[in-house]
């Protein structure tokens, strides 16, 4: 395949010549020697060095395509080297990815001749060069693979051959040295100095090919040493982005980890000045349980300062969907490994790296400062579609009012090749240039590999020359440390909106439905054992790796390959059983009495019918207490018609199509605008090339299919009036049950889905009678508010937004919730509430969302400015109160303040305590007093990492609004 080198360094197709050029000059780098020869096993699945059958190889031929992608193979390459050749290099050549092991299975190098950006065009074009010691005979053990092409699982793994060859250093360096400048040439905008260069080049390829390399060289040496004038400098680190699992499977992730951290390694030993970062802790972990000496290189280079650990949580998780909880133990699981490996302090664990994600939550600086982090840097809002994010260094002031410093490198890419059009693309593209630096990152990325070649001999010849900014090898957090002392004059509130990737709210809903329920599960479990005085961290420590592994930015969002989505849902599902079982265990060691008991493991005091079996009892329990369920007397106020259902506190009406066209509450105030709960199914065109990613942001302006109802009928049940509905549309078939409870003023959808379209979306839509000009949406920690108009193009670009277990919208008269147990996409604009329920990509799965899906939801009407109801009504959707044989438990903890919410009891990290998690949730001011049915001799206010700040006093909690309270509580 043609190496697209005119597409890489801007050079256009009309530059033929130039790229013959550049060809020429690189087939003369390496002389061939000796062929190795090359014997295979092949696999589906990795098979570990230590079990290889060395008797199973067979030969292979150069040339020979072995295995499709993701197939796996050992190739094993022997040789001599030809007598009286000095500095030999061993060249390997193949279409994928491959770890190079000795005979011996110590790690040596790894190869990659996939289409990065960064890697092309490399100097041995289709081969790599292995550092290797190539004294004598030669035995290699490459473990490949071929992980698909660019984006698309395309292609299949080659072997090109492998050869000892020699190389010519003096035209390697002019190789490079025509590189750098033939990209400066092409991206300057100074037309003196671009034709300065044009004769350089020109003068330096007519010696080159009158076979005078040194002479070529001595052309371009004036324009290489004309030093930069410009004042503005570049700090630049090493990266190889890694996707956790993305177009690969984890297992693959695994061994480009291995990859990446053995190539950084071996730069740094033969770079002086090479300074390479890494950011997710969870791969460091695979590197010691698999390869443990090549992770005792990684701790020395850290201890040496030559890799510098970017951010503190496990994985580089998605913000948008999970729990606030979830993202404080991103950071305390992330934080204490690299305590513990690497003995990194706090001061050294400042910066969050979230280059890839697909926008940030509105409660994330509060987050971040509350778990040690105060610089923040990201690249994703480059990637708006609609509006250009006009900051590139700014402080983000979260909804509590805490503040971070952000740098966003400004060229918009954590994958910069480093080359001339970058440095004076970001330079173009950076509002905050006057400040006179900024971060550049560069290397290949998204599936790993760091910088190879190509970015080093670039970016070293790019330290200062003229017409370039300069460019110095630095650390991130040295950047933010200079960055924090200049003026950065601007502060934006609120989340950082992604105006794209949309779609990632709902794709893969099972994935959803399982994280939200593994949440709970764990919340649940985590509070019964400090109840139980049961030490859950050891039985917890790999759940929670698991929980927030698959929180990454491409699983948790559904924008990964089928197979990461089926593996992610098997772990959940084991993870859903072991915590079910523990959960078991825990419940059993409390006190017993007679009858059966109500558990409750919410902030909030419950009375509400529970079924058990076939008969209904009533419950009136405490905060994380249990009760005594009573017999439920008869609801004669429960009735139903035709197409009514009423529990005396709302009276529903339904329309032809199973949607509710009247909704009328015990004072005869209507709330169902026009319409409640039509379900429709809108067209959700194929977006290239991020189907499972986006939405288009005009798909509403086409009117939707209204599923046709074809069934419907009414019953009560115990303390419930039912009606259950039936829709069927050509490839989905909808169960409904519409339920309202006596005593009660939501209604609930309980919903199957049998869902096989394809690029189409399944929404339920309300429009109620009370609406106002903004909705508030619940976050982690605490609600946002987004406007519900749309009167200009940011307005307008932000169609469809994340909330988690409800949103809500108020005017003067009213208002009017729609709660969750799983979902997060949702539409609040003029009028309307649409709840995006399934969606149906085909891109990077075909088969995403197809099949059978089960899931909540509810309205509930309020009284205007009592948020109070919507969250407690919130929590009790998803947090079902659960049935116990008699269990005794007073209200472990509680607090006066109904908007103040007990968000987590925990064992402490250092099993010295219990942990509380509180946090204010109206977004008001104010002061409660936290009481706890046993005695604790200290109270200590801690960060969210659980470092003590000071004393607490129980008695007086004062919260800001929005504000996270972390309470240690000591014996």
């Known amino acids: 395949m043609r190496e697209f080198a005119e597409f890489l360094f801007g050079l256009s197709v009309k530059e033929p010549r130039e790229y013959r050029r550049l060809m020429r000059i690189r087939g003369r780098i390496f002389t061939r020697l000796a062929p190795l020869r090359a014997e295979i096993v092949r696999s589906s699945e990795p098979i570990p060095f230590d079990e290889l059958d060395r008797s199973a190889f067979r030969p ?7 295995g499709s992608t993701f197939d796996c193979a050992w190739l094993r390459i022997t ?8 500095d030999p290099v061993v060249m390997l050549g193949i279409r994928g990815e491959g770890l190079v092991h000795s005979n011996t299975g110590e790690l040596l190098d790894s190869v990659s001749t996939v289409f990065q950006q960064g890697d092309l065009p490399h100097s041995g074009g289709r081969f790599r060069p292995i550092q290797v010691d190539t004294t004598g005979s030669i035995e290699l053990f490459a473990d490949v693979t071929y992980n698909g092409f660019i984006l698309y699982e395309v292609g299949r793994t080659a072997y090109h051959g492998a050869f000892v060859a020699s190389r010519d250093d003096d035209t390697y360096a002019l190789y490079y040295d025509y590189l750098t400048l033939l990209g400066l040439a092409n991206a300057t905008d100074d037309s003196v100095l671009e034709a300065e260069l044009r004769r350089a080049l020109r003068d330096s390829f007519t010696n080159f090919a009158r076979d005078d390399v040194a002479g070529a060289r001595r052309s371009l040496a004036p324009s290489l040493a004309a030093e930069s004038e410009s004042v503005f400098e570049y700090s630049a680190i090493g990266h190889g982005h890694l996707d956790m699992a993305w177009l690969w499977p984890l297992r693959e992730t695994r061994r480009k980890a291995a990859r990446t951290y053995v190539r950084a390694l071996n730069t740094i030993e033969r770079r002086a000045e090479y300074i390479y970062g890494t950011s997710q802790p969870q791969q460091m972990l695979w590197m010691k349980q698999r390869h443990p000496a090549l992770f005792e290189r990684l701790k020395k280079a850290v201890a040496d300062g030559r890799v510098e650990i970017q951010g503190s949580f496990w994985v580089e998780p998605d913000t948008n969907l999970p729990s606030g909880e979830s993202l404080v133990r991103q950071a305390i699981v992330g934080r204490r490994f690299l305590r513990q490996e690497f003995g990194l302090t706090d001061e050294q664990l400042r910066l969050c790296w979230l280059p890839d994600t697909f926008g940030y939550n509105g409660n994330l600086p509060q987050i971040l400062k509350g778990s040690g982090m105060d610089w923040f840097q990201t690249i994703k809002l480059a990637w708006n579609k609609v509006n250009d994010f006009p900051h590139r260094s700014f402080h983000w002031q979260g909804i509590d009012g805490s503040s971070v410093l952000v740098h966003m490198p400004p060229e918009g890419d954590y994958n910069s090749r480093g080359a001339a059009d970058n440095l004076l693309t970001g330079l173009a593209k950076y509002p905050e240039k006057a400040l006179g630096t900024a971060l550049l990152v560069y290397g290949s990325g998204d599936g790993g590999g760091g910088p190879n070649e190509i970015h ?28 924090e002392k200049l003026d950065v004059t601007h502060t934006h509130a609120g989340e950082l909106y992604l105006e794209t990737h949309q779609g990632t709210y709902t794709t893969q809903g099972q994935i959803k439905r399982h994280n939200r329920l593994v949440e709970r599960k764990l919340h649940n479990v985590e509070a019964l054992a400090v109840i139980t005085g049961d030490d859950s961290r050891p039985v917890l420590e790999e759940h929670w790796r698991e929980v927030l592994l698959n929180q990454f930015h491409d699983i948790i969002p559904g924008s990964s390959i089928a197979r990461v989505n089926r593996e992610a849902i098997e772990t959940y599902e084991r993870i859903e059983g072991e915590l079910d079982a523990y959960a078991d265990t825990l419940v059993a060691k409390l006190p017993t009495g007679a009858g059966q008991t ?41 009735a139903f018609t035709a197409d009514t259902l009423s529990n005396g506190l709302l009276t529903l009406r339904f329309g032809a199509s199973g949607e509710i066209v009247s909704c009328v509450d015990a004072s005869g105030v209507e709330h169902a605008g026009d319409g409640l709960n039509r379900l429709v199914v809108h067209k959700d065109p194929y977006v290239w090339p991020f189907n499972a990613w986006d939405i288009k942001v005009d798909y509403f302006e086409k009117a939707p299919r209204t599923l046709p109802l074809t069934a419907s009928s009414s019953f009560v049940d115990g303390a419930t009036v039912v009606r259950h509905q ?12 519409v339920k309202l409870e006596a005593g009660d003023d939501v209604v609930r959808f309980s919903t199957t889905v049998d869902w096989h379209e394809k690029h189409h979306m399944l929404r339920a839509e309300f429009r109620p009678t009370h609406y106002g000009a903004t909705a508030k949406s619940e976050i982690q920690f605490g609600h946002i508010d987004r406007v519900t108009t749309e009167n200009d193009s940011v307005e307008r670009a932000q169609f469809e937004t994340c909330a988690h277990k409800w949103i809500a919208t108020e005017n003067t008269s009213g208002g009017f919730a729609l709660l969750n147990d799983s979902k997060y996409g949702h539409r609040a604009k003029k009028g309307l509430i649409s709840l995006n329920l399934l969606r149906a990509p085909t891109y990077p799965d075909k088969t995403a969302d197809r099949g059978l899906h089960h899931f909540t939801y509810a309205f509930t009407p309020f009284e205007t400015g009592d948020l109070a109801k919507v969250v407690r009504e919130g929590y009790r959707l998803n947090y079902p109160l659960r049935v116990t044989e008699g269990s005794i438990l007073d209200s472990f903890a509680r607090v006066d303040d109904p908007g103040v919410i007990i968000e987590t009891i925990k064992v402490a990290e250092s099993g010295g305590g219990v942990v509380l998690r509180l946090y204010e949730s109206l977004g008001h001011p104010t002061i409660t007093a936290l009481r706890l049915d046993r005695a604790y001799t200290t109270a200590t206010l801690t960060n969210l990492i659980e470092a003590p700040i000071g004393a607490a006093d129980l008695e007086r909690l004062e919260f800001r609004p929005f504000e996270i309270k972390t309470i240690l509580l000591g014996d």
Request: aromatic share 8%.
């Open 726 to 737: 039936t829709y069927r549309g050509r490839k989905v078939t909808v169960e409904q049950r």
């Open 79 to 86: 040789g001599e080297v030809p007598a009286g050749v000095t």
């Open 456 to 483: 080093h001999e670039v970016t070293t010849r790019e330290r200062s020359l003229r017409g370039l900014p300069k460019v110095v090898q630095s650390t991130a957090s040295d950047f933010f440390r200079r960055l």
């Open 598 to 638: 109500a558990l409750n493991l919410t902030s909030f005091p419950r009375s509400e019918a529970i079924k058990v079996g076939e008969e209904w009892f009533r419950a009136e329990v405490e905060p994380y207490a249990t009760a005594s369920i009573t017999p439920d007397a008869p609801h004669p106020e429960l």
């Open 60 to 66: 292979l031929r150069a040339g020979a395509a072995w």
